[in-house]
């Protein structure tokens, strides 16, 4: 199985459709505020969400999603990265509550050889993430800095650093 691409095999204008998707629970939500102390009610509090909000129920936390898309992506596009240079933006675009499932996919926008190392790039992306009736809720892009086959090769290959099994 692919764990991320080299510079050359990203094409502009693919998509890797990310696979599995994500049933999103109560506790992933909650844990996830949590560990990252946002305790605002809207994410937390069901009767808070249920009688002052518009949605009458609790909306997962916008970040969660973003972090759940970004991990779906790994496999194929940043899983050989050297470096996450920067996102350039974030769009939460739709709710998203406990028990919808989330999906992603992730478009190739520009790449660009790097102008001071031959042995690497910059992959510019575009991630939409969708609910299970297609609705799409959160967008973002990016710039993930991805080695070149001869720099992989250079380090190990396809698992580097991975060992051997000791012989008995």
Not at 137 to 164: H, I, L, N, S, T
Request: aromatic share 10%; with cysteine; glycine share 10%.
């Amino acid at each position: 199985m692919q764990f991320g691409r080299y510079y050359e095999e990203f094409e502009v204008g693919a998509v890797y459709r990310h696979w599995p998707g994500k049933t999103v629970t109560e506790y992933d939500d909650h844990l996830f505020c949590l560990l990252t102390m946002n305790h605002h009610p809207l994410h937390l509090d069901a009767n808070y969400a249920e009688n002052t909000t518009d949605f009458g129920k609790n909306v997962v936390v916008g970040n969660y999603i973003y972090s759940l898309l970004l991990g779906m992506s790994v496999p194929d596009v940043s899983g050989k990265a050297i470096a996450n240079l920067e996102v350039e933006s974030l769009r939460h675009v739709k709710p998203t509550f406990h028990g919808d499932t989330i999906y992603g996919e992730t478009e190739v926008l520009e790449k660009t050889p790097s102008k001071s190392k031959d042995d690497r790039g910059v992959v510019y992306v575009e991630t939409r993430g969708y609910k299970q009736d297609g609705t799409v809720v959160c967008v973002f892009r990016r710039k993930v800095m991805v080695p070149k086959r001869v720099y992989g090769d250079a380090r190990g290959g396809e698992q580097p650093g991975r060992p051997e099994p000791a012989a008995d």
